[in-house]
């Protein structure tokens, strides 16, 4: 029994520590974005918190194109099917490349009046729409990524996406800093920064998928395509229902005022990050979870998934002593506006113990989706978003409590996830979702 504990847990290191890597590499696209602005200005900070939140939503939304392509990809190759595996693949890009440029067409046409729904007001909105504008362009790529990440993540190769991800934020820091800066062209330039490096990884990633997997025909297929969608389709709504209550905290606090705004953002930006840092042993678990369920090993899945919860609170709560550590100057270096920082400093042991929870929910986040129990992650979600988030934020706007009472908002939909998770983990039918045969898995090609 060592021996095997000891074995699981050298794979679970193995694809969790590069997945943290990578995964807190993808949101210092926006980090970068909000150090470098937050000198421009509160109003431009402001301007850039409401875009990102915006942005956020749009395209966490699509991340059933990940988590659906890991879990299939993973269950598939542990049937032993590569063919079916690059088939979903080359579907799943397909969809994403359609899904993309719709989501381009409706931001830039519907720009003005997204930016005002969400609170934007004075001289915030034109800043604003000049960051929208140019980062909707980045749909397309960002989508076509997000599938490719996928790939590699149920292939268990979570090292290739570290590196890919190291080179596309060197590339953002860098020509964004050149095109806010010298050529001066503020928060616009911040957008077409991201906007090159996003599209940079998405031509990297398809590249080196390509070698990787058999080469599928490369027609759509409508079948197959359709049962794509209905698969996903709670995978969608579960994060759908999760960002819209995250997009109503951003609303609920830019109608508190631009410091509170911008206060909100520097805070939701580091705890986002650190939340995808313990997303790594999430990942971890698609990929194991799903490859023993497709091999018929749901015994295997069970001791696995028990050992990642383990690993998962242990790392939530080094991250929460190191915050705790860090409360002075972290938030410094997004901006130097005292308003800001003070209200940052209210909220920030909330942030710091919403850690180890977030490393037991997003493990069992993980195991669900390798087995493939999306039906349950969207109905557990959406009761947390709708029935505990939405109304404590909605209560602190309705009774002035500031940034605190959005993010006590914050703590009861962690916890109710934790409580649910946990429920199902001891419920154990999540094991009998993922299919020995993979048959669950849409034929494609």
Same mark, same amino acid.
């Given at each position: 029994?060592?021996?095997?504990?000891?074995?699981?847990?050298?794979?679970?290191?193995?694809?969790?520590?590069?997945?943290?890597?990578?995964?807190?590499?993808? +949101?210092?696209?926006?980090?970068?974005?909000?150090?470098?602005?937050?000198?421009?200005?509160?109003?431009? #900070?402001?301007?850039?918190?409401?875009?990102?939140?915006?942005?956020?939503?749009?395209?966490?939304?699509?991340?059933?194109?990940?988590?659906?392509?890991?879990?299939?990809?993973?269950?598939?190759?542990?049937?032993?099917?590569?063919?079916?595996?690059?088939?979903?693949?080359?579907?799943?890009?397909?969809?994403?490349?359609?899904?993309?440029?719709?989501?381009?067409?409706?931001?830039?046409?519907?720009?003005?009046?997204?930016?005002?729904?969400?609170?934007?007001?004075?001289?915030?909105?034109?800043?604003?729409?000049?960051?929208?504008?140019?980062?909707?362009?980045? %749909?397309?790529?960002?989508?076509?990524?997000?599938?490719?990440?996928?790939?590699?993540?149920?292939?268990?190769?979570?090292?290739?996406? #570290?590196?890919?991800?190291?080179?596309?934020?060197?590339?953002?820091?860098?020509?964004?800093?050149?095109?806010?800066?010298?050529?001066?062209?503020?928060?616009?330039?911040?957008?077409?920064?991201?906007? $090159?490096?996003?599209?940079?990884?998405?031509?990297?990633?398809?590249?080196?998928?390509?070698?990787?997997?058999?080469?599928?025909?490369?027609?759509?297929?409508?079948?197959?395509?359709?049962?794509?969608?209905?698969?996903?389709?709670? $995978?969608?709504?579960?994060?759908?229902?999760?960002?819209?209550?995250?997009?109503?905290?951003?609303?609920?606090?830019?109608?508190?005022?631009?410091?509170?705004?911008?206060?909100?953002?520097?805070?939701?930006?580091?705890?986002?990050?650190?939340?995808?840092?313990?997303?790594?042993?999430?990942?971890?678990?698609?990929?194991?979870?799903?490859?023993?369920?497709?091999?018929?090993?749901?015994?295997?899945?069970?001791?696995?998934?028990?050992?990642?919860?383990?690993?998962?609170?242990?790392?939530?709560?080094?991250?929460?002593?190191?915050?705790?550590? #860090?409360?002075?100057?972290? +938030?410094?270096?997004?901006?130097?506006?005292?308003?800001?920082?003070?209200?940052?400093?209210?909220?920030?042991?909330?942030?710091?113990?919403?850690?180890?929870?977030?490393?037991?929910?997003?493990?069992?986040?993980?195991?669900?989706?390798?087995?493939?129990?999306?039906?349950?992650?969207?109905?557990?979600?959406?009761?947390?978003?709708?029935?505990?988030?939405?109304?404590?934020?909605?209560?602190?706007?309705?009774?002035?409590?500031?940034?605190?009472?959005?993010?006590?908002?914050?703590?009861?939909?962690?916890?109710?996830? #934790?409580?649910?998770?946990?429920?199902?983990?001891?419920?154990?039918?999540? %094991?009998?979702?993922? +299919?020995?045969?993979?048959?669950?898995?849409?034929?494609?090609?």
């Amino acid at each position: 029994m060592r021996r095997a504990l000891g074995s699981s847990d050298r794979e679970i290191l193995r694809l969790a520590l590069p997945a943290m890597a990578a995964l807190a590499a993808d +949101p210092l696209l926006s980090l970068v974005d909000t150090a470098l602005v937050g000198r421009l200005g509160v109003t431009q #900070l402001a301007a850039l918190g409401i875009d990102v939140a915006v942005f956020t939503t749009v395209f966490f939304g699509f991340n059933f194109l990940t988590y659906g392509t890991t879990a299939a990809v993973a269950r598939l190759r542990g049937a032993g099917d590569d063919e079916r595996a690059a088939s979903y693949a080359l579907q799943a890009l397909w969809l994403a490349l359609g899904l993309g440029i719709v989501v381009t067409a409706v931001l830039l046409a519907g720009r003005v009046g997204i930016l005002r729904a969400m609170g934007a007001s004075g001289d915030v909105v034109a800043p604003a729409v000049a960051y929208l504008q140019v980062r909707a362009l980045g %749909a397309v790529p960002l989508l076509v990524s997000q599938v490719g990440h996928g790939i590699f993540r149920g292939l268990k190769d979570t090292r290739t996406p #570290l590196l890919v991800s190291i080179v596309v934020n060197v590339v953002n820091g860098a020509v964004s800093w050149v095109l806010i800066y010298p050529l001066g062209y503020g928060v616009a330039g911040a957008a077409a920064g991201t906007v $090159l490096a996003e599209t940079l990884a998405a031509v990297i990633l398809l590249g080196l998928a390509r070698r990787r997997l058999p080469t599928p025909s490369a027609r759509i297929d409508p079948v197959a395509m359709r049962e794509m969608v209905r698969v996903s389709w709670n $995978l969608f709504l579960r994060t759908a229902a999760l960002l819209c209550g995250l997009l109503i905290t951003t609303a609920v606090a830019a109608r508190m005022g631009a410091v509170t705004v911008a206060a909100h953002q520097i805070a939701r930006e580091l705890w986002s990050m650190l939340a995808l840092v313990l997303d790594g042993f999430a990942i971890a678990a698609q990929a194991m979870i799903g490859t023993a369920l497709g091999a018929g090993r749901s015994q295997l899945a069970r001791t696995e998934a028990r050992r990642l919860v383990w690993w998962g609170l242990g790392a939530g709560v080094f991250i929460a002593f190191g915050y705790l550590a #860090l409360a002075g100057p972290l +938030p410094r270096i997004f901006t130097a506006d005292e308003g800001a920082l003070e209200q940052v400093g209210d909220v920030w042991l909330i942030v710091a113990l919403l850690q180890p929870i977030g490393g037991i929910v997003f493990v069992l986040d993980g195991v669900l989706m390798g087995a493939g129990d999306f039906r349950f992650l969207f109905w557990s979600t959406a009761a947390a978003a709708l029935g505990a988030l939405l109304p404590v934020a909605l209560l602190a706007l309705r009774f002035d409590w500031g940034l605190r009472g959005i993010w006590a908002g914050m703590g009861a939909l962690m916890l109710v996830r #934790l409580g649910a998770t946990l429920w199902r983990l001891r419920d154990g039918r999540w %094991a009998r979702v993922g +299919p020995s045969s993979a048959r669950a898995v849409p034929a494609a090609g």
